[in-house]
């Protein structure tokens, strides 16, 4: 596609339940991040990848937080045991290659635990 | 660990004015700086880029410099417009990219 695309736009879920979040990155490009930007704030980073492996994962809050890229395009962002804590909105973004290249950001999901 | 400080918090001119953003930032070891700009429940905006090697970036009524020795950067915004009303954002890039908090700028009409 034209840009980075994520679904859904929006989510609410219930506390403890278990939800996915999916991005679909600029075709062609290696290197894909996912933030979480919560209100007033800038993002922060979560976990990269450059390709199908997780280059960086340092920015994982805890292990209820999982990432995928199994063909080094989609990536799922899975978050287990949801809390209310976890309501923010989760930016994906992707470049043509790590360190000195250009990020483009998608739309954001915004995830609202309730 | 690189922490990034954007300042003023919050700006609000008149249209038409000249104005200068600032973004700080405490590591010098960078690969690029990129600013971008955000929208009110909206993703991120790619504004300008600069390389590590670069001194500034310039679109349209834009210019960015980058002082790596010093850590800095500024976001020049020429004749401004209340189009421009908008968080802006600077991030500075190594394997990933760390960002400042931003700055809300509002244009009076």
């Known amino acids: 596609g034209a840009g980075v695309s994520q679904t859904p736009s929006n989510k609410v879920t219930e506390k403890g339940k278990y939800v996915e979040l999916r991005c679909d990155p600029i075709?062609?490009?290696?290197?894909l991040y996912w933030y979480r930007q919560s209100l007033g704030q800038g993002p922060e980073f979560l976990i990269y990848?450059?390709?199908?492996?997780?280059?960086?994962d340092s920015g994982l809050p805890n292990d209820r937080f999982f990432a995928v890229r199994p063909e080094g395009s989609v990536s799922t962002l899975k978050i287990q045991r949801t809390e209310r804590g976890d309501s923010a909105v989760y930016l994906c973004?992707?470049?043509?290659?790590?360190?000195?290249?250009?990020?483009?950001f998608g739309q954001g999901t915004r995830l609202t635990v309730v | 660990k690189q922490e990034v400080t954007q300042i003023p918090a919050a700006l609000s001119v008149p249209e038409g004015e000249n104005l200068v953003l600032n973004c700080s930032f405490t590591?010098?070891?960078?690969?690029?700086l990129q600013w971008f700009r955000q929208d009110p429940g909206k993703g991120l905006t790619s504004l300008l880029l600069i390389q590590s090697s670069q001194r500034e970036q310039t679109s349209g009524r834009l210019n960015a410099s980058l002082d790596k020795s010093s850590g800095r950067s500024t976001l020049y915004i020429a004749a401004s417009q209340p189009g421009d009303s908008a968080t802006y954002l600077c991030?500075?890039?190594?394997?990933?990219?760390?960002f400042g908090a931003g700055t809300i700028l509002r244009v009076k009409s």
């Open positions: 075709s062609g490009h290696t290197a």
């Open positions: 991030a500075v890039g190594g394997n990933k990219l760390v």
């Open positions: 973004a992707s470049s043509l290659g790590p360190r000195a290249t250009e990020a483009f």
């Open positions: 590591d010098s070891a960078i690969y690029n």
């Open positions: 990848f450059q390709g199908t492996g997780a280059a960086d």
